[in-house]
């Protein structure tokens, strides 16, 4: 449906959309932005925090306007306090701010209708309620995730986790408490930030819809029938899948894209990784990424380099400028012949082209997606979250990888990490890895096509923000 184009501009309804301020949030709502725009929302405003902005390295599309919220943290400083700390200072100055954005909209005669929240901020729900705003919890972790939060939220799963194996009711395979997110597998050493994490369930009776980052193909045992709300409320509310969020052109070619990637925390390196990219041979290198948080250890950075150096294939690896102090001395220079090492790269880019045969990677949801979408077969290290549940569901479940194995003292070595590239790329097994790519490619780029099972929730979500 193209309503701003059939109905005029000025009838488009209003979407306010506040990520939370770490890159594997932001780009999911971002691409979301974009889609929604697609379909003829042509009024979107992003809200971002004031320090986020600050440091970003490059903008949203045009067809976008950006303001600013604040998170209490203005000019940084938050990895001087605890999560916690962060947390309720967050909570007061993060709902004052945006109730302010709310009314500066209003008063400027641009009233926003649809507030489309990041749950990790619990609180913009009662804003958006308080200004009567159709309400959209957007959720950027997979719904497997979602699905276990949930049921620790309603006290259905016991804390600490007990028993060597744990089955959840609603469609997840067993569990061993390493499989599950961090924050729920050390519930005993830190409850205050499981509970924290639990809030993101807060109030969600009172939400209009809910949205997940991933599609029906991938989790429809989980997304069949589930609803969240378990209120009185007469309707309830069903969790949709809209992903990936991935812009159609990285799955298909077919659509054209502004190219605009928006709100990057870091500086991207593309020509270098590109032209580098060009000269290996198809499926020849070995991408590796932790992404934009995670922080391994520096006997963990110095095994993974280690096997890098030794295995026999060429590598791109993502080393964030904070990070490259941890890598063995002299080593970008060692390692010239066989391996870039860049501050960032458009992961995208790098993923969709044809010399990657495979993706060592922190299972951050958006690179397990990303990896999924472009076909790459994954060698899983998660660090901490939701990617020990990611790496599991991408081994057992998509079999689109394999996850690399700790040793006791919770380090993975070089030899595991060398066995795991040459699992995934080589022998019979590297071939079934590479049918499943195949699949799930396809089924990805099916899902965000046009009447695919994304694409319609999308769909139907814009035409009854238009009735509305
Ligand atoms: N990313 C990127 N360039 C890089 C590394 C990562 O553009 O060099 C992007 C990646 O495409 C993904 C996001 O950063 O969209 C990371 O999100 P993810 O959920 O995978 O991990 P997080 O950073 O939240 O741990």
Known sequence: MEIGKQEGKSLSPYCLVLPFPLQGHVNPMLQFSKRLNYKGITRITIAITKFFLKNAKDFPAASFSVETISDGFDDGGVEKVSPQEYYNRCWKSGSDTLTELLEKLRSSGSGVDCLIYDPFFPWALDVAKKFGLTAVMFFTQSNSVNNIYFHAYKGELKLPLSEPEIRIPGGLPVMKPGDFPSFIGEYESDPERTEMMLKQFRNVENVDWIFVNTFYELEQELLKDEQFSRSSRRELIMVRAIGPTIPSWYLDKRLPDDKSYGLNAFKPITE???????????????????????????????????????????????????????????????VSEKGLIVTWCHQLDVLAHEAIGCFLTHCGWNSTLEALSSGAPMVGLPQWSDQSTNAKFTEDVWKMGVRAQKDENGIVRRDEIIRCVSYVMEGEIGEEIGRSAIKWKKLARDAVDEGGSSDRNIEEFVSALVRF
């Open 272 to 334: 270098p990784c590109i032209n580098w990219l060009n000269k290996q041979q198809n499926k020849s290198v070995i991408y590796v990424s932790f992404g934009s948080f995670a922080q391994p250890g520096v006997e963990q950075m110095k095994e993974l380099a280690l096997a890098l150096k030794m295995t026999k294939m060429n590598f791109l690896w993502v080393v964030r400028a904070s990070e490259e102090t941890k890598l063995p001395k002299n080593y970008i220079d060692d």
